[in-house]
Every structure is written in structure tokens, then in C-alpha cells.
């Protein structure tokens, strides 16, 4: 059986980092121009050297995203722009514009073209006709139940590639297709300036009571109506591993590498063990408590049962639920003790969890802790700051430092 790839979001350099070294086999980025995703700092030319030298010394990939709706001066720059993308070994460009699609073709062809999910992909004769263009694969629309993606799989040559999102946020509009944040405070989700203006709270008023505000009422606090529950699709992995999907995507680059590294861990450590025994596989429970140790709307398995066209997208509040907080993340290995880069507060007779890139896992109730200049502090208040703890093991740099709140 070809293995699947688990491709991760990388907001910037030590996101991508983070990524690799907790099993992605590849990572999607976006550069300071033409990238869906505005809120995060994205890569600089420098930094994305830098990423691609980072993945391909590891033998994995980066993908750099080209996916917002292009305009005329957008275009103008493109090709230079992929020319260079080509230079520096980017494994491929992801693009939902068909004027891109063909420029880019031309500028630098022989750089591997991926299809974006705001290409709104949700039939086969779809696929196949960016597959003729020349696209090497396609990202499905995260609208599509799994008949609908199997019988894509089975009506399209094997040749393409089909890659699907399996974990994270939902938009409420086929894939981005939406005008709302434009509408409403001028930024363009089509654009990557997106201000989730579906998750904000709404309430109903009577053309003849200006003023009078009427919650559609779900419960005391109002009602969310565009709201989407986030997406996670772990206990369905067999089905989609075996089912031809090329590559299982995780949503979020503007997730912080905590986020990143939690997720891809859970995603990696299911697909290794079905892989290794596909006839005997059952979900883990350490990979759902894992997921559920990020900040994140309630799961829900978005269209891929049904679920979303039976039970609506809406959730009853646009509330994070954060049971879990990042303590600090480790940056330089100390033996004797957790040497970490402090992120929230915590402080003497708070528990500690420690993951590390290698998989291991240490609890930790802290009984001292030291200031980068060797005193003995009670607690490490917020902002930044380097934290000695002394404890046995081995914590490499990107260890994620956790604890429950």
C-alpha cells in the first residue's frame, strides 16, 4: 500500500521546523505575497530559503501557497515571483486562480502545480480537467461527504493526485468563497484578510423596532448562525487511507507551533500505526486526549458522514474551548534540567507535560525552578522568559511544555 503524506501548516520558520520534527512529511507555507493567510508573519525570501533547505535535508517537502484570487497586479509580478520559487527548490505551488494556473506553466514549468480547495473541487470531471491542464493535484473542497470522494478517486486517473483536509477549522462558505469580512469592515477573505466575521455573535431586528434586538435563541446567550464547528477526522483514518487519498492536510497557519506540533504528532502517530498493521488498527484514545489538548471549537466530522448536511455546520458559540495552555517550548537541550522558553504563566506546585519531538512523554509536578541567571523563582509570570526546572531526561529543542488550566 503507497503511504499517504501528512502535510502540516507552517505560519513561519519555527512552525515549519516544529512541523518536520514531529512527523510531517510535508509543510504548506505562505510567502509576503499571494497567500490566503494574512494573520500569520508568513516567509520572508530569507526565511523560505531557509525553510526548504530545513525540509530537504530531512528528505521532506514544502508546498508555498498561491491561492488568493488574483488581480491585475498580481499577476503583473507572478512570474518572477514563481521563477524564483522554482530556484530555490519549492516541491510545488498551490494556485485556485486558472490565469495563474497558466501563467505559472509557463514561468516555471517544471514546478509542480496543486489545485487549492478555493478552487472548489467537488466532481471528477472537475478534476480531470485541471489534471489536463497539467495539475499534478488537486485539494478537494472540505464540502464533500466520502461517497462523494471515493467516487472522485475512482473517476480520475491515478496519476493525479487527490489531497483532502482531515483536521481543523471550517468556513461556513464553500472554502473561502465569502464576502462577508469585505462587507462588512473592508477585508478581503479572498485575500487572506479574513476577519471571521462568521463567528461573531447575531441577534434578529423588527423593521418597525430599531433597537430592539431579538436573539434567535439556542440558548441564554444568543445565537451564532454562521458559526462552523472545527474539523477532525481521526477515527475515519482507515477508511481514508485506504480509500487513495495522496495526501491528509491539517488546517491553520496561523496556529502557533504548540498547536502544530500537538496536532501532527496525534495525525503521525495514528497513520504509523495503521500502516504497520492495517487488518488490526483501532484509533488510539492518547491521540483524541491529544487533539483535545489544543485550543479548538467542538469537533465535529464536518460533511464526511453526513454529519454537516444532517446536523448544520452551526455551533452554539464561537468560544475556544482551552483546557490545555503551552507553558513554555524548549530551545536549547541542558542535561539535568527543562530548560524552556517561557509562553504563559505557571508557577512551584503547578504539573508540567513535556512532549518531545522523538515522542517521548514526562509528567512533572514542579517542586523549584531557576531565572536564566540561576535565582530561585515562584513563578514565571508573563512576558517571555527562560525558565530552568530541574528534572531527568533528555529535552531536545521543540519540546512543547504543557499543563492543564
Known amino acids: 500500500m503507497k503511504k499517504a503524506e501528512l502535510l502540516a501548516p507552517a505560519g513561519d520558520l519555527e512552525c515549519l521546523k516544529t512541523a518536520i520534527l ?18 500569520c508573519d508568513n516567509f520572508s525570501p530569507e526565511n523560505m530559503k531557509a525553510g526548504i533547505d530545513f525540509a530537504k535535508e530531512r528528505d521532506k517537502k514544502v508546498y508555498v501557497a498561491l491561492n488568493v484570487i488574483m488581480r491585475e497586479r498580481d499577476m503583473r509580478v507572478l512570474g518572477e515571483y514563481v521563477q524564483n520559487l522554482e530556484k530555490i527548490g519549492a ?9 495563474a494556473f497558466g501563467l505559472i506553466r509557463e514561468a516555471a514549468p ?13 466532481n471528477a ?19 464533500l461527504t466520502r461517497e ?21 477549522a471550517m468556513c461556513v462558505s464553500y472554502s ?7 462587507y462588512m469592515v473592508g477585508r478581503d477573505a479572498n485575500r487572506g484578510d479574513c476577519a471571521q466575521a462568521c463567528r461573531w455573535k447575531y441577534t434578529l431586528m423588527e423593521e418597525q423596532r430599531p433597537g430592539e434586538y431579538m436573539p434567535v435563541v439556542e440558548n441564554e446567550r444568543g445565537t451564532y448562525v454562521f458559526n462552523a464547528k472545527d474539523l477532525c477526522l481521526l477515527e475515519f483514518l482507515p477508511e481514508i487511507l485506504s480509500g487513495g487519498i495522496s495526501s491528509l492536510k491539517i488546517e491553520g497557519r496561523v496556529k502557533s507551533e504548540y498547536y502544530v506540533a500537538t496536532v501532527v504528532r496525534a495525525y503521525r502517530q495514528e497513520m504509523d500505526r495503521y500502516y504497520e498493521n492495517p487488518e488490526t488498527y483501532t484509533l488510539s484514545r492518547d491521540a483524541l486526549e491529544m487533539v483535545c489538548k489544543v485550543s479548538h471549537r467542538r ?30 517550548i524548549v530551545k536549547e537541550e541542558e542535561p539535568g534540567y527543562l530548560r524552556l522558553s517561557q509562553r504563559n504563566k505557571f508557577s512551584v506546585g503547578d504539573t508540567l507535560e513535556v512532549m518531545t519531538p522523538d515522542g517521548r512523554e514526562y509528567i512533572k509536578t514542579v517542586t523549584e525552578m531557576y531565572d536564566e541567571e540561576g535565582n530561585a523563582v515562584e513563578s514565571a509570570p508573563h512576558p517571555t522568559q527562560t525558565i530552568r526546572i530541574p528534572m531527568e531526561g533528555q529535552f531536545p529543542p521543540y519540546s512543547m511544555v504543557r499543563r492543564k488550566i
Not at 517544471?110 to 467537488?122: E, M, R
Not at 473561502?176 to 469585505?182: D, F, H, I, Q, Y
Request: hydrophobic share 35%; glycine share 12%; with cysteine.
Open 22 to 39: 514531529y512527523g510531517a512529511d510535508a509543510v504548506y507555507i505562505g510567502g509576503e505575497e499571494f497567500s490566503m493567510r494574512t494573520a
Open 299 to 328: 469537533y465535529s466530522h464536518g460533511f464526511w458522514d453526513g454529519e454537516a448536511k444532517k446536523n448544520g455546520q452551526i455551533h452554539e458559540s464561537s468560544t475556544y474551548i482551552r483546557e490545555y495552555q503551552v507553558a513554555g
Open 176 to 182: 473561502g468563497r465569502c464576502l462577508l469580512s469585505n
Open 91 to 99: 516541491d510545488g505551488v498551490i494556485v485556485s486562480d486558472l490565469g
Open 125 to 143: 470531471e472537475t478534476a480531470r480537467a485541471w489534471h489536463r491542464m497539467g495539475a499534478e493535484r488537486v485539494v478537494l473542497a472540505r464540502e
Open 148 to 168: 462523494e470522494v471515493y467516487a472522485i478517486r475512482k473517476n480520475t486517473p491515478e496519476s493525479l493526485e487527490l489531497e483532502m483536509f482531515v483536521h481543523g
Open 110 to 122: 517544471g514546478l509542480p502545480i496543486h489545485v487549492s480547495t478555493q478552487a472548489n473541487i467537488t
